[in-house]
């Protein structure tokens, strides 16, 4: 998998989270305030409202020249033409979904333990969701954190890229850029700020920050 990954600002959408405001224009604030890549994590919806959501999220994502990556759902991903899909350790094989997706279709990987980049086929992995960075009330599932550390010692074992996500706010930004992350990822920080764009353009400058450290 060779497909570049230069994106420092990744929303992950949850329309609970854009706290009864237009989910749409949420998301079209983000990326006027600087969010670089898109995905569209729908848990609970049919097919056919997962496949309505995303084309018309897809249409604005291209609007903007953002990709549009669909959580988990590879029919969906291909039948709107999304940029990539990203898949969780329980979701559709890797190795599955890059048969069906082929050669060249970016797939994000989320890792939560060591053991997953000990498995076969990671290569194939666009880039690697470090998850969760820190435990979050956004999603309860989780068994534990990675932390700062977990963070500096993935980063020393794999080239892939780093998209981090769990707790992410514009107050630990910079220090998780520092520590290794080469994207962030946020739920509530966007979705829930009282002024996404604003809170976007906020983490920003929080990412550069951290980078010139690096
Ligand atoms: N995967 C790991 S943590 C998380 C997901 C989808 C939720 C992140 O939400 P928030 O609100 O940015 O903490
Ligand atoms: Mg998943």
Redesign the pocket.
């Known amino acids: 998998m060779t497909i570049d990954f230069p994106y420092k600002l990744y929303l ?1 959408t ?1 329309e609970k ?1 854009c706290l009864e405001r237009d989910f749409f224009w949420v998301v079209e604030e983000a990326m006027k305030g600087g969010v670089d890549i898109v995905q569209l ?1 729908e848990k609970k919806l049919f097919l056919d409202q997962f496949i309505k959501k995303a084309e018309r999220l897809k249409v604005i994502c291209d609007e903007y020249k953002v990709p549009l990556i669909i ?1 988990d759902n590879i029919e969906v991903a291909k039948h709107v033409g999304a940029f990539g899909v990203h898949i ?1 350790q329980t979701d559709t094989p890797l190795e599955q979904a890059r048969e069906i997706l082929g050669e060249n279709f970016p797939i994000g990987l ?1 890792v939560e333990t060591f053991r997953d980049l000990e498995k076969p086929n990671i290569a194939e992995a666009w880039y690697l ?1 470090v ?9 309860e599932d ?1 068994i534990s954190e990675w932390g700062l550390k977990g963070l500096a010692q993935l980063k020393s074992i794999t080239e892939k890229k780093l998209v981090a ?5 514009t107050q630990n930004a910079t220090e998780i850029i520092k520590f290794g992350a080469d994207c962030l ?8 700020a009282p002024n996404p764009a604003k809170a976007a353009e906020k983490f920003r400058l929080e990412i550069e920050n951290g980078l010139r450290f690096r």
């Open positions: 992950v949850d989270a994590r959580n969780g989320s969701g998850s969760p960075v820190f435990s979050t009330p956004t999603k989780t996500i769990g707790n992410v706010k990822a946020v739920i509530s920080g966007i979705c829930s």
